[in-house]
């Protein structure tokens, strides 16, 4: 496993379509692994594939609850309901947090690192937690939704990507 390095706005692959991943091998397998231990690193609790460079349609949720870590290639938000409005931060976009409007309660369709499909249904935190990376995956920062953005440097940043 290996820690990556985390791109940081206004890097152009922040901005990309993701391209859907087709291939699930060692290599996919790889990547979800240093994502993971990428994100531990860097105290976040979600990371996506644009974040370090590779435009793939894969992330990495751990938000420190009874769910663990959960590893999706090619996530989809089939159903979403409610509203809520929360902090948010990135560690693509360091030293600024936002408040967002998301979803209460989201299911999130997708695959794993063998391409078997499976389901997540996510609430509160967890559910803001994989519409942040989703939105990596489709070229959108947190700060393109945020009502308002404010800037954190002199305090320590939580609830980051």
Known sequence: MSIRLIVK??????????????????????LLRDMAETMYDADGVGLAAPQIGISKRVIVVDVGDENGL?????????????????PEGCLSIPNLNGEVLRAERIVVEGQNSDGDKFTVTASGFFARAFQH??????????????????DVSDRQRKGGD
């Open 133 to 150: 990376e989703i939105d990596h995956l489709n070229g959108i920062l947190f700060t393109d939704l945020a009502a308002s953005v404010y």
């Open 9 to 30: 706005d206004p890097d152009p692959v922040l901005r990309e379509v993701a391209k859907e991943v087709t291939k699930f091998n060692d290599n996919l397998k790889k």
């Open 70 to 86: 959960v590893e999706m290639v090619n996530p989809v938000i089939v159903e979403q309901e409610g509203e809520q409005l929360g």
